[in-house]
């Protein structure tokens, strides 16, 4: 007979499978898959892994989406939370401070590269994004140049969902059925070397050549309408893809010939992701703004960041303007409090360091896989990597949607979980897995990701 724990653990399951089946909407899902299969459903987490409601380890080889650097279970960053709902649980940023704020913002501009030092506080990426962009629109017409509202950003890149900001994303199929969008905004190539289109045996000829159609569709729609070119500094859309050399430098060249404005979308890679605060330090750029948000408290609240240049700021420092947007919750007091309190535990923990002292063991590992006939390609930096799949490793043939469907959706996805590792595998691009794990993770982490990776990928091969 069951013990009767388990008994009402079972029970409890089921009615929550039932109540998550008949009410729950899950973001990006197709939920027609969980008419006939259960949910999965997360209950805990610890350091590096997460379980599920059956009691079930997994690395957690994401971070949650990007997001938990500092990995799972830190009571110091839910201490810190707990605190400041207890004292102030909520007040808004329209017309009124807080400490947690004022302190966060001053911290934000000290760390981000030169001028940028006025921070806007909103609850996730999309808003950064979409706060970027308006802010762009407004700068614009304050300082004459009324007709520069155009933007420009790469092939598949993603840069949230609220509609500029998927107007600025560059894959098609996730906007079609929200057509028409935004107007006036415009696709240049990504930094896909395994793919590239010109330049393929000189990266550095390559990167010049991306940056360069920058320049070409700013000529085309004519400088004076274009306002902001929106770039990560690792695209992760695709697959990740890292900036050839000297790309950045010849993006800024061109921004500053046409005064346009360079935003880093960094909801990603900012935060430790690439071993450094920001990405733009990393690749060594200056932005304009940054947009930041996910790794800004390790998932233990929910906050952005929109990082703007003294130069955005100037002219709403005098008279009467006044930058007409906000977000209620944008700067809430709790994930202030939160992220002051991950920036502290990155210094003290050294997890920067950590990072870029350990990313080469954690590409070393992950490269082991390149033997495999189906792994085409390893790329990233950081703690940030994509894993392309091809077809035919000689031509790099990919799969065909069938195929891809039949691959991703119908076998990895689910046997890389089963198999204890959550993580993604995406085809907005060509076929990609994707790593991305807490920034505490070192070899042993490594090591298995590419156990569980190598076993599901060998059997993959065989279905195909
Ligand atoms: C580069 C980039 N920009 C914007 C976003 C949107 O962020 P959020 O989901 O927090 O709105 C994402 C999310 O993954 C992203 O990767």
């Known amino acids: 007979m069951m013990d009767q724990d388990l008994v009402t653990k079972a029970v409890d399951r089921d009615r929550l499978q039932e109540a998550a089946r008949d009410h729950l909407w899950l973001h990006f899902s197709r939920h027609s898959v969980y008419q006939e299969n259960d949910m999965p459903v997360i209950v805990r987490g610890e350091g590096a892994y997460i379980w599920d409601d059956q009691g079930r380890r997994y690395l957690d080889g994401l971070a949650g989406l990007f997001v938990n650097q500092l990995g799972h279970g830190r009571t110091d960053l839910a201490e810190a939370g707990a605190k400041q709902a207890s004292t102030l649980a909520f007040h808004p940023l329209w017309s009124y401070a807080h400490p947690g704020a004022i302190e966060l913002a001053e911290k934000l501009a000290g760390y981000a590269p030169g001028n940028l030092n006025r921070v806007f506080f909103t609850t996730g990426g999309g808003e950064a994004v979409e706060s970027a962009w308006k802010l762009a629109k407004q700068y ?3 300082t004459g140049k009324p007709t520069k509202h155009k933007v420009i950003s ?38 896909n070397f395994y793919r590239a289109p010109e330049h393929a045996d000189d990266i550095e000829a390559f990167g010049r050549w991306a940056a360069d159609r920058i320049a070409e569709v700013i000529e085309f729609e004519g400088p004076e309408t274009v306002a902001a070119v929106f770039l990560e500094p690792v695209q992760n859309s695709g697959g990740c893809f890292p900036p050839p050399p000297g790309y950045f430098q010849r993006v800024r060249e061109i921004c500053d010939q046409y005064d346009v404005l360079l935003v880093s979308d960094e909801v990603i890679c900012a935060y430790g992701r690439l071993g450094h605060m920001f990405g733009a330090d990393r690749y060594g750029y200056q932005p304009d703004i940054i947009t930041s948000a996910k790794g800004l408290t390790s998932g233990y609240a929910p906050l952005g960041a929109m990082i703007a240049s003294d130069r955005l700021m100037e002219p709403f420092l005098t008279g009467q303007h006044t930058f007409l947007h906000g977000y209620t919750f944008g700067g809430h007091p709790v994930s202030t409090a939160v992220a002051l309190k991950n920036l502290e535990i ?12 350990n990313e080469s063991a954690f590409r070393n590992t992950l490269e082991k896989l390149l033997d495999l006939p189906i792994v085409g390609d390893v790329r990233g930096d950081g703690y940030f990597y994509g894993i392309e799949l091809v077809k035919d490793k000689a031509t790099k043939e990919t799969f065909s949607d069938d195929e891809s469907e039949r691959l991703l959706r119908g076998y990895l996805s689910k046997a890389l979980y089963d198999a204890g590792l959550y993580c993604r595998a995406d085809d907005r691009g060509d076929p990609v897995i994707q790593l991305a794990p807490p920034l505490i993770c070192d070899q042993e982490h490594f090591d298995e990701m590419e156990q569980v990776l190598r076993t599901v990928l060998d059997k993959a091969w065989t279905l195909l």
Do not use: C, D, W
């Open 140 to 142: 614009f017409k304050l």
């Open 154 to 191: 790469r092939n598949i890149a993603y840069h949230g969902t609220p509609q500029g900001a998927l107007s600025i994303t560059g894959i098609a199929g996730m906007k079609a059925p929200f057509e028409p969008l935004v107007p006036s905004t415009f696709r240049v190539p990504n930094t």
């Open 346 to 357: 990155f210094k003290e923990e050294k997890i920067n360091e950590h990072v870029r002292a």
